[in-house]
């Protein structure tokens, strides 16, 4: 009744296309987590979710459960009754009583032995042999292609009994998996070879095979006996067409990409925000106004989420007093992978929720050829099972997927630099002897691969159509083509954002090493001049006592990592700029350089040998007190909002500052954070720093 009420007053669906759309992508995603987390999922052929569809294909263990909607009996049943009671009448249709495609003049009464060849010519596929040929489609994509295909089946314009549905069902629930073949569909007649070994399966063909709960290959005897689905199937006329003609192996796997796709789009504009904290970055570049003139809901969004994390964060705050105390020290406005990430991320996420609501109309779609109009006694030739909508959708979210992993190497290429990250080490390398401390150069380096492959992938897949099965099928989807490359773009994001997210946890660790370090120079600069500065020789005041506050302008000033290896180097610059105010001091002193005990040049020998007595013992006791977690100053990302991320990185899976001294390689530390992010672990702490945003940029004030 609802379809019927829409259909009335918007006929061509645009209202409800728009209706799909209101809301915030934080919301969305929220509301995906939470119907990913459900542990049922009843199907009634309409409503299904992508967030769905990847809980079931990635449920295991059996932790989600599939159930019927025991109303859609009674519809799908009476499509099937008309099939049957059609061909009684002797009436002709399409893939019941003549051959198909392109072969569709011929005829024949036999409809369940049509329906058998049917399945055993489209057991086109090839598998290879071995575990090392990779020919299979991995078991979660066909879970997610039996849970879509049921749904299209419920719907009752099929032509199918109800009870085949239940078996599939049961296989689902049940944990055992159809073996399909990784190629061989262009999605035009829908995805016909991939879905043709499911029918096998159904029907008890010998060349059918199945992945058991545990992993084992199991034989259509076994499968069915094991998900206790009774004798194999003798298919009715109309049945194999049902269940191999659509789209469901191209949307399923689509589902499964776009659910990862929308967290991966909202991570991306966390790490943005924190690759702007480390980098000391100006945070003006969030404000609504700016943003607001742009129009864009994305890019707003993006903004609105990025000025949240950046709103009374404690590195803004130090950030800004610095900015305040040296205004010259960096570029009046950050570079662009900073500045700009609003406007790139947004459209991204855009394409991103557009294709996620092309998807979700496609997986509650019927996608039969030909539709059983039961009302209207009629079976009607279409060809909805052509799925564009796959393959449109999957190029757009690619191509997406590449722009975020292009953002991302560029802020890592910059966070990795000595020349463009405000102060951090060259290669992040945090150990105390940077000769032989190369930290994040390898990452960086694999990080250029996956983007250079990243790139590649965005490039389209269906302007490549070939005219296929006599040039009936002469325009093709290529759907599920598409749905793959875009999972393998998918994937390697996630390589991207595990290095990334490693490499931010690696520099607020450095931002916090620094600062314990130079609260230590400054405190010791001010003690040696204190005590060396203050007094000539006779106890009277010295006039080298006035250097003091020049000296700690310059450890204020001067980068720390430039010179904290070994600070007392004359060939750095803190120990050439410190004598260089002496100096500067001493030739303002004019005649009282005369005088021997109001000579400010004669303290200079005894300023820089106190120093270098001090100086270094008192840098590694520092050093030493940040690592045993004992600091004089705690991290500033405890004050943050981004602190639950940099939390769960270092916390619950367990990495640390990584530093030549160590034998732990990064690779180790993106691996644990990768195998998390595949987990769905990163989900909870990413909504975490974003729990207190209340949806709507800060007043422009």
């Given at each position: 009744?609802?379809t019927e009420?829409?259909?009335?007053?918007?006929p061509?669906?645009w209202?409800l296309?728009a209706?799909?759309?209101?809301g915030?992508?934080?919301?969305?995603?929220k509301?995906?987590v939470?119907?990913?987390?459900?542990p049922?999922?009843?199907?009634?052929?309409e409503?299904?979710?992508?967030?769905?569809?990847?809980?079931?294909?990635?449920?295991?263990?059996?932790?989600?459960?599939?159930?019927?909607?025991?109303?859609?009996?009674?519809?799908?049943?009476?499509?099937?009754?008309?099939v049957?009671?059609?061909m009684?009448?002797?009436?002709?249709?399409?893939?019941v009583t003549?051959?198909?495609g392109?072969?569709s003049?011929?005829?024949?009464?036999?409809?369940?032995?049509?329906?058998?060849?049917l399945?055993r010519?489209?057991?086109?596929?090839?598998?290879?042999?071995?575990?090392?040929?990779?020919?299979?489609?991995?078991?979660?994509a066909t879970?997610?292609?039996?849970?879509?295909?049921?749904?299209t089946?419920?719907?009752g314009?099929?032509?199918?009994?109800?009870?085949?549905l239940?078996?599939?069902?049961?296989?689902?629930?049940?944990?055992?998996?159809?073996?399909?073949?990784?190629?061989?569909?262009?999605t035009?007649?829908g995805?016909?070879v991939?879905l043709?070994?499911i029918?096998?399966l159904?029907?008890g063909?010998?060349?059918?095979k199945?992945?058991?709960p545990?992993?084992?290959?199991?034989t259509?005897?076994?499968?069915?006996?094991l998900?206790?689905?009774?004798d194999?199937f003798?298919?009715?006329p109309?049945?194999?067409?049902a269940?191999?003609?659509?789209?469901a192996?191209?949307?399923?796997?689509?589902?499964?990409?776009?659910?990862e796709?929308?967290?991966?789009?909202?991570?991306?504009?966390?790490?943005?925000?924190i690759f702007?904290?480390?980098?000391?970055?100006k945070p003006?570049?969030t404000?609504?106004?700016?943003h607001?003139?742009?129009?864009h809901p994305?890019?707003?969004?993006?903004?609105?989420?990025m000025?949240?994390?950046?709103?009374?964060?404690?590195?803004?705050?130090?950030?800004?007093?610095?900015?305040?105390m040296?205004?010259?020290?960096?570029?009046?406005?950050?570079?662009?992978?900073?500045?700009?990430?609003?406007?790139?991320?947004?459209?991204?996420?855009?394409?991103i929720?557009s294709?996620?609501?092309?998807?979700?109309?496609?997986?509650?779609?019927?996608?039969?050829?030909?539709?059983?109009?039961?009302?209207?006694?009629?079976?009607?030739?279409?060809?909805?099972?052509?799925g564009?909508p796959?393959?449109?959708?999957?190029?757009?979210t690619?191509?997406?997927?590449g722009?975020?992993?292009?953002?991302?190497?560029?802020?890592?290429?910059?966070?990795?630099?000595?020349f463009?990250?405000n102060?951090?080490?060259?290669?992040?390398?945090?150990?105390?002897?940077?000769?032989?401390?190369?930290?994040?150069?390898?990452?960086?380096?694999a990080?250029a691969?996956?983007?250079?492959e990243?790139?590649?992938?965005?490039?389209?897949?269906t302007?490549h159509?070939?005219?296929?099965?006599q040039h009936?099928?002469?325009?093709?989807?290529?759907?599920?083509?598409?749905?793959?490359?875009?999972a393998?773009?998918?994937?390697?994001?996630?390589?991207?954002s595990?290095?990334?997210l490693?490499?931010?946890?690696?520099?607020?660790?450095?931002?916090h090493?620094?600062?314990?370090?130079?609260?230590?120079?400054?405190?010791?600069?001010s003690?040696?001049?204190?005590?060396v500065?203050?007094?000539?020789?006779?106890?009277?005041?010295?006039?080298?006592?006035f250097c003091e506050?020049?000296?700690?302008?310059?450890?204020?000033?001067?980068?720390?990592?430039?010179?904290?290896?070994?600070?007392?180097?004359?060939?750095?610059?803190?120990?050439?700029?410190?004598?260089?105010?002496?100096?500067?001091?001493?030739l303002?002193?004019?005649?009282?350089?005369?005088?021997p005990?109001?000579?400010?040049f004669?303290k200079i020998a005894?300023?820089?040998?106190?120093?270098?007595?001090?100086?270094?013992?008192?840098?590694e006791?520092?050093?030493?007190?940040?690592e045993?977690?004992?600091?004089?100053?705690?991290?500033?990302?405890?004050e943050?909002?981004?602190?639950?991320?940099?939390?769960?990185?270092?916390?619950?899976?367990?990495?640390?500052?990584l530093?030549?001294e160590?034998v732990?390689?990064p690779g180790?530390?993106?691996?644990?954070?990768?195998?998390?992010?595949?987990?769905?672990?990163?989900?909870?702490?990413?909504?975490?720093?974003l729990?207190a945003w209340?949806?709507?940029?800060?007043?422009i004030?």
């Amino acid at each position: 009744m609802t379809t019927e009420l829409n259909l009335c007053v918007d006929p061509l669906n645009w209202g409800l296309a728009a209706e799909a759309m209101k809301g915030s992508h934080l919301e969305e995603v929220k509301r995906m987590v939470a119907e990913f987390r459900n542990p049922v999922v009843a199907l009634g052929g309409e409503g299904l979710t992508i967030s769905q569809v990847a809980a079931v294909a990635t449920s295991d263990g059996g932790s989600v459960k599939v159930e019927l909607a025991e109303e859609a009996r009674g519809r799908v049943k009476a499509s099937s009754d008309w099939v049957m009671e059609s061909m009684n009448k002797g009436t002709d249709s399409y893939g019941v009583t003549t051959g198909f495609g392109a072969t569709s003049h011929r005829r024949t009464k036999q409809g369940g032995a049509l329906q058998k060849e049917l399945i055993r010519f489209l057991n086109a596929g090839i598998f290879g042999n071995g575990t090392e040929s990779a020919h299979t489609l991995p078991h979660t994509a066909t879970r997610a292609a039996m849970l879509v295909r049921i749904n299209t089946l419920l719907q009752g314009y099929s032509g199918i009994r109800f009870e085949i549905l239940e078996a599939i069902t049961k296989f689902l629930n049940h944990n055992i998996t159809p073996t399909l073949p990784l190629r061989g569909t262009i999605t035009a007649s829908g995805d016909l070879v991939p879905l043709s070994y499911i029918a096998g399966l159904l029907t008890g063909r010998p060349n059918s095979k199945a992945v058991g709960p545990s992993g084992q290959t199991l034989t259509p005897g076994e499968a069915f006996a094991l998900a206790g689905a009774g004798d194999f199937f003798e298919l009715q006329p109309k049945e194999g067409l049902a269940l191999v003609n659509g789209t469901a192996v191209g949307s399923g796997l689509a589902s499964m990409v776009l659910f990862e796709a929308n967290t991966l789009a909202l991570l991306s504009e966390v790490l943005s925000a924190i690759f702007a904290e480390v980098m000391q970055g100006k945070p003006e570049f969030t404000d609504h106004l700016t943003h607001k003139l742009k129009h864009h809901p994305g890019q707003i969004e993006a903004a609105a989420i990025m000025e949240h994390i950046l709103d009374g964060s404690s590195y803004v705050k130090a950030a800004e007093k610095l900015h305040e105390m040296d205004p010259l020290q960096k570029p009046k406005q950050d570079r662009y992978a900073l500045r700009t990430s609003p406007q790139w991320l947004g459209p991204q996420i855009e394409v991103i929720r557009s294709a996620t609501k092309m998807i979700e109309r496609e997986i509650n779609s019927v996608n039969d050829n030909p539709l059983i109009d039961v009302s209207r006694n009629k079976a009607l030739h279409g060809g909805n099972f052509q799925g564009t909508p796959i393959g449109v959708s999957m190029d757009n979210t690619r191509l997406a997927i590449g722009s975020i992993g292009k953002l991302m190497f560029a802020q890592f290429s910059e966070l990795v630099n000595d020349f463009y990250n405000n102060g951090l080490p060259s290669n992040l390398s945090g150990g105390r002897n940077p000769s032989l401390d190369y930290g994040f150069k390898g990452a960086e380096i694999a990080m250029a691969s996956y983007c250079s492959e990243l790139q590649f992938l965005a490039n389209p897949v269906t302007n490549h159509v070939q005219s296929a099965e006599q040039h009936n099928q002469d325009v093709n989807s290529l759907g599920l083509i598409s749905s793959r490359k875009t999972a393998e773009s998918v994937e390697i994001l996630k390589l991207m954002s595990s290095t990334f997210l490693v490499a931010l946890c690696q520099a607020i660790d450095l931002r916090h090493l620094e600062e314990n370090l130079k609260h230590t120079v400054k405190s010791t600069v001010s003690q040696v001049a204190k005590r060396v500065l203050t007094m000539g020789t006779n106890g009277e005041l010295h006039p080298s006592r006035f250097c003091e506050k020049d000296l700690l302008r310059v450890v204020d000033r001067e980068q720390l990592f430039s010179y904290i290896d070994d600070p007392i180097s004359a060939t750095y610059p803190l120990m050439q700029k410190l004598r260089q105010v002496l100096v500067e001091h001493a030739l303002k002193n004019g005649e009282n350089e005369k005088n021997p005990n109001a000579s400010i040049f004669q303290k200079i020998a005894l300023f820089e040998e106190e120093l270098k007595t001090i100086l270094p013992k008192e840098v590694e006791s520092a050093r030493v007190a940040v690592e045993s977690e004992n600091p004089v100053i705690g991290n500033r990302i405890k004050e943050c909002r981004s602190y639950p991320l940099y939390r769960f990185v270092r916390e619950e899976l367990g990495t640390a500052l990584l530093t030549g001294e160590k034998v732990r390689s990064p690779g180790e530390e993106f691996d644990l954070v990768f195998s998390a992010m595949c987990k769905g672990l990163v989900i909870d702490p990413l909504l975490e720093c974003l729990e207190a945003w209340n949806g709507a940029p800060l007043p422009i004030c």
